[in-house]
C-alpha cells in the first residue's frame, strides 16, 4: 500500500529547517560515514546561524577540518530560508569535482551550469571555479546584473584571491602592434626616468620591469583608452569570426572589467610584455558579487585578513570577528625543520640527496618559487609538477608511492592528505607573480609590509602535507634567503597560533641536535614518521589549548587604501588624497612612507600637479627607489668612510648584529645566495652586491635604482678608490654582448661627470663570461668578475664570515683586519683578487 507522506505532520524536512546543524541531522540519502558531525563544524554553524544575516562572514577553520562540509551546509541553510540562488566558488576546476563528491555524499543537489533552472530557482547550489564569476566575459555580468546572486561562499578564500588578481590583470605581449603603440608614447616618460632601462627594454633584457610615471599615465590615458578599445574592437570581431589572436586573450577578457578605470591603474613595462592593474581590484565591474547579500569568505587561519578589503572590497568595519571553532587543535600533526639553521654548513645538495634517499620510502613534495630553481632539482625528482599537469600529478600522489615530486610556485590551492606527502619541503622565498608585485618588492625590500607577505606565503605552502587532526607531515624549510627571513625581528609573530607553537615545539627538538650533519636527521623525522607515542603526545599536546584568534585584522594602511581608491573611482581625489595623507602621517618606516608619499602625490596630481612633483620629491628623500619627479633628484655623492676597513666593517657588524653570532652566519649566508648567476634576479642582486660592500667595511650606492643615473653598484673602498659595478648576473650568452658593454662604457663617463679626477676607480662587469662579442668596445681598464671569481669571492667571504661567528666579538678591529687579510678581503688587493681581463671575440 502507498503512503503519501505529504499529509504527515512535521515539516523538519532537509528542504525546511533553517539551522545547518539540522539540517545535516535531517539529510535523508547522506553516506553513513556521515553519521555525526564533528564538533568544530556544529561550533562554526551555530555561530554562523547567529550571525547569517550580515552582509559578510568570515569563517576560519584549519585545513582538513571539515570546510567543505561546513560551506555547503551554510549554502543549503541559505536556500532553505529563500536566500538564493547560491554559489559555492573554489580556487580550479579540479576542486569543483570534490565539492560535487562531498554534495553527493551528503545528498545535497548541485550543478555546474549557471543557466541551471533548479540553480536559479533556488533548489541546487551552482558550484564553480573563480574564473568563471571573475572574468571580462562573465556569464553572471560584466558591469550588469544578469543572474543574481543571493548567497555566495568563496572558499579557500586567499588562493581565490590571487586568481582575481590576475584576472583583473592586463596583459599585452612584446611581438603586438599594441605594445609597440604603447611604448611609442610612453618612451620618452620612461628614458626621463632612467635611460638605462630604456636601453634595456630595447635590448629585450629579461630582468627590467619599468613603472610609467603617473603623471605621463594621466597625460596621455585619452590616447591609450583609444589604443586599448580599438585593439579590443578589432579581436572581438575577429573572435567572431574564429580568427583571434592568442596574443590579446589577456585584453578580451580585462577590457571590460578595467575600462571604467584606467586612470586608477598602473602600467609597467618589461621586455616580455606590458602589464597593466588597477591600485585595488575594482570588484564593482561585477554587480552579481556586489549585489548579493550574504557574502561568506571561508579560509585557513591566515594573520592577516587585509586582502580582503584591498581584493573583495569588505567593510571592515562590518565585521566584529571571524567565525572559529572554540579551540585550533583541529590542525594536523607537522614537524618543523630548518637544516642550515641546525647547521650552516650544510648545503642545498645535502639536503637534495637526503631527501632523494627518504622519497625511495614515502612520498617527498618539494614547492619552489620558479622554473629557474625546480632545474636544481631536475636530476632526483620523479616527477616535476607545473600549471599544465598538476592535477594529474596530485592524483598519483594521492593513489600511491611517487617519490620525490617537485611543484613550481604552488603554495595554495591543493591538498596532499596522509601518504600523498608524507614530507613537504618549502625550498627558497616564495616569488611574486605579477610585474607590479616586483615594482613594489623593490621599492619595500625588507619593510615589514613585505616580510608579512612573504611569511602568509610560506605558511600557506606549510599547510598543503596536512588535511585533518589525524594527519602528519615532516615540514622542511630550505634555503639561506628564506631562513634569514625567518629570524628578521617580529616574523615569527606572522604566522597563526598553531604554526607557532609547532615551530616552538620543533625548536625545542633543534636545540638537542644543533651541529648535527643532515644524515643524523633521518632518526629525528622517523620520530613523526613511524608514528612514535612520546612524539604524537608533545605533538597535540603543544595545540590543545589553543584557540582560535578570531580577531579579523586589517591593516589600516590598506584599510584607507581601498577606501581612497574607492573615491578617486567617483572622482572624489579631495578625499583620496586625505585618506593617503593620513597614512603618511602615521607611518614612521621611510620606505614604507616614500611609497605612499608617491601615492599620495598620484592622487594630487589629478587636481595639483605642482603640490604632485614637491610631494613626490619628498618622497624621493624617504625611499630613493620611487619614481622621480620631473624636474630630477640631484645626484648625492657617496660619502668617503673615515678610518680603516676593519673600523668600518666593526661599526656595521655591531650595529646590525650586536655581536649575535648565529644571526650573522645567517644574514651572511643569506646575501651569499642571493649573489647567483640567474635570471630575472637583477634587483636582489644588485642589493646584496651592494650590502656585501658594508659587511666587508667598504661603502656603498645604487645609483641607477636611487637616482636613475650611473652604474648598477658603485663601491668606495678607502682612499678615494672606487668600484664602477655593472651587474649582469641574468646573462644567458656565452659573450659580452654590445649593450652591456656600452652600459658600462657609460657609467664610466657618469663617475667621470661626478667625481673629480682626485677619485680613482675600475670599472667592473659581473657576468658569467669574460668574451666581448665582435661589435663591442670594451674600455681598456675593465675587469670582470666570472663565474669562478665569483664563486670564490662568495668562499672567501663565507670563509671569514665563520672564522669571526666562531671568535664571537666583532669589536676586535684587530682580529677583523687579520680576518680580512688572511681571506684576501682588503681593499688593496680585492681587485687582483677577484676579477680577470676581457677578451673580445
Known amino acids: 500500500m502507498k503512503i503519501n507522506f505529504d499529509m504527515l505532520d512535521g515539516d523538519n524536512s532537509a528542504d525546511t529547517v533553517l539551522n545547518p546543524r539540522e539540517i545535516f541531522s535531517v539529510l535523508p540519502k ?15 554553524w551555530n555561530k554562523w546561524f547567529d550571525a547569517r544575516t550580515n552582509q559578510y562572514n568570515v569563517i576560519k577553520m584549519n585545513t582538513g577540518s571539515g570546510k567543505t562540509v561546513v560551506g555547503l551546509l551554510i549554502l543549503k541553510s541559505c536556500l532553505n530560508e529563500g536566500k538564493g540562488p547560491a554559489v559555492y566558488i573554489v580556487p580550479d576546476p579540479y576542486l569543483v569535482s570534490q565539492v560535487f563528491d562531498e554534495a553527493k555524499k551528503l545528498g545535497i543537489e548541485v550543478t555546474n551550469d549557471q543557466e541551471s533552472i533548479r540553480f536559479k530557482k533556488g533548489q541546487a547550489i551552482l558550484v564553480i571555479n573563480v574564473y568563471k564569476l571573475f572574468n571580462g566575459k562573465s556569464a553572471f555580468g560584466v558591469l550588469e546584473n544578469k543572474i543574481p546572486i543571493g548567497s555566495i561562499i568563496i572558499d579557500d578564500a586567499h588562493a581565490c584571491l590571487d586568481i582575481t588578481e590576475s584576472q583583473f590583470t592586463m596583459e599585452i605581449p612584446y611581438s603586438t602592434e599594441v605594445y609597440e603603440k604603447l611604448f611609442t608614447t610612453f618612451k620618452s616618460a620612461l628614458a626621463e626616468q632612467s635611460d638605462t632601462g630604456i636601453l634595456e627594454l630595447e635590448a629585450e633584457s629579461p630582468t627590467v620591469n619599468m613603472l610609467v610615471p603617473f603623471w605621463s599615465w594621466q597625460d596621455n590615458i585619452k590616447d591609450v583608452t583609444g589604443i586599448l578599445y580599438e585593439a579590443f574592437r578589432i579581436e572581438e570581431e575577429n573572435s567572431r569570426k574564429g580568427k583571434a589572436d592568442k596574443n590579446y586573450d589577456s585584453l578580451r577578457f580585462s577590457w571590460q572589467l578595467l575600462k571604467n578605470c584606467l586612470s586608477q591603474c598602473s602600467c609597467i613595462f618589461g621586455s616580455d610584455k606590458i602589464e597593466i592593474s588597477p591600485k585595488c581590484v575594482p570588484i564593482n565591474s561585477i554587480p552579481s558579487f556586489v549585489d548579493c547579500k550574504r557574502k561568506i569568505f571561508m579560509s585557513a587561519t591566515l594573520a592577516d585578513d587585509s586582502i580582503l578589503v584591498s581584493h573583495f572590497n569588505i567593510n571592515a568595519d562590518e565585521i566584529k570577528a571571524a567565525i572559529t571553532p572554540q579551540s585550533s587543535d583541529d590542525i594536523g600533526d607537522r614537524m618543523i625543520l630548518i637544516p642550515q639553521e641546525l647547521n650552516p654548513d650544510i648545503k642545498d645538495e645535502d639536503i637534495k640527496d637526503f631527501l632523494k634517499e627518504e622519497s625511495k620510502k614515502h612520498n617527498v613534495v618539494v614547492i619552489v618559487p620558479s622554473k629557474y630553481r625546480s632545474n636544481f632539482w631536475r636530476d632526483s625528482c620523479d616527477l616535476l609538477l607545473t600549471a599544465s599537469n598538476l592535477q594529474e600529478g596530485i592524483t598519483k600522489l594521492k593513489n600511491g608511492h611517487v617519490g620525490l615530486v617537485v611543484m613550481v610556485n604552488k603554495y595554495d590551492g591543493i591538498d596532499l592528505a596522509k601518504e600523498a606527502c608524507e614530507i613537504l619541503v618549502i625550498d627558497g622565498l616564495p616569488d611574486v607573480r605579477r610585474k607590479i608585485d616586483k615594482i613594489e618588492q623593490g621599492i619595500l625590500f625588507g619593510t ?29 624549510l630550505m634555503g639561506r634567503t628564506l631562513i634569514n627571513h625567518l629570524y628578521v625581528d617580529g616574523a615569527m609573530d606572522k604566522f597563526t597560533p598553531a604554526t607557532k607553537a609547532q615551530i616552538k615545539l620543533s625548536d625545542q627538538i633543534a636545540a638537542q641536535v644543533r651541529g648535527v650533519n643532515i644524515g643524523d636527521l633521518k632518526d629525528v623525522i622517523n620520530y613523526s614518521l613511524m608514528r612514535n607515542t612520546s612524539w604524537i603526545s608533545k605533538s597535540k599536546g603543544v595545540l590543545v589549548h589553543l584557540k582560535y584568534d578570531a580577531s579579523f585584522k586589517v591593516n589600516p594602511v590598506i584599510k584607507k587604501q581601498r577606501e581612497a581608491f574607492n573615491a578617486a573611482l567617483i572622482r572624489d581625489y579631495h578625499k583620496s588624497v586625505q585618506l593617503i595623507n593620513e597614512t603618511v602621517n602615521a607611518t614612521t618606516e621611510l620606505k614604507s612612507r616614500g611609497y605612499l608619499k608617491q601615492q599620495l602625490a598620484e592622487y594630487l596630481y589629478f587636481y595639483d600637479q605642482q603640490e604632485s612633483h614637491v610631494t613626490l620629491k619628498s618622497a624621493v628623500n624617504d625611499n630613493h627607489l620611487v619614481l622621480h619627479p620631473l624636474e630630477g633628484i640631484q645626484y648625492s655623492k657617496l660619502q668617503r668612510f673615515i678610518g680603516s676597513q676593519a673600523v668600518q666593517a666593526s661599526g656595521f657588524l655591531t650595529q646590525k648584529y650586536n655581536n649575535n653570532s648565529n644571526k650573522y652566519i645567517l644574514g651572511i649566508n643569506k646575501l651569499l645566495e642571493q649573489l647567483i648567476f640567474k635570471p630575472e634576479s637583477a634587483p636582489v642582486f644588485e642589493e646584496a652586491c651592494k650590502e656585501l660592500a658594508f659587511y666587508l667595511g667598504f661603502s656603498a650606492q645604487r645609483p641607477e635604482a636611487e637616482f636613475k643615473k650611473g652604474p648598477d653598484v658603485l663601491w668606495e673602498v678607502g682612499n678615494l678608490e672606487y668600484l664602477v659595478i655593472e651587474c649582469k ?6 659573450t659580452i654582448n654590445k649593450h652591456d658593454c656600452n652600459q658600462l662604457n657609460g657609467s664610466i663617463e657618469w663617475f667621470e ?35 669562478e671569481k665569483l664563486e670564490l669571492l662568495k668562499s672567501k667571504v663565507h670563509g671569514f664570515a665563520k672564522a669571526l661567528a666562531a671568535h664571537g666579538s666583532f669589536s676586535d678591529t684587530k682580529k677583523i683586519d687579520e680576518l680580512l687579510d688572511t681571506y684576501s678581503l682588503k681593499a688593496s688587493t680585492f681587485v687582483q683578487e677577484y676579477t680577470v681581463g676581457f677578451t673580445v671575440r
Open 448 to 476: 615589514d609590509d613585505s616580510l608579512s607577505k612573504v611569511i602568509q606565503r610560506i605558511e600557506q605552502g606549510m599547510g598543503r602535507g596536512i588535511r585533518s587532526k589525524d594527519d602528519y607531515c615532516v615540514v622542511f
Open 753 to 787: 661627470e661626478k667625481y673629480d679626477s682626485s677619485c680613482r676607480f675600475t670599472p667592473v662587469m659581473i657576468h658569467p663570461h669574460i668574451v666581448f662579442e665582435y661589435a663591442s668596445s670594451p674600455n681598456r681598464y675593465i675587469r670582470i668578475i666570472n663565474t
Open 30 to 44: 547522506k553516506d553513513p560515514i556521515y553519521n555525526y558531525p564533528r564538533d568544530v563544524q556544529t561550533e562554526v
Open 729 to 734: 648576473n641574468g646573462a644567458t650568452a656565452p
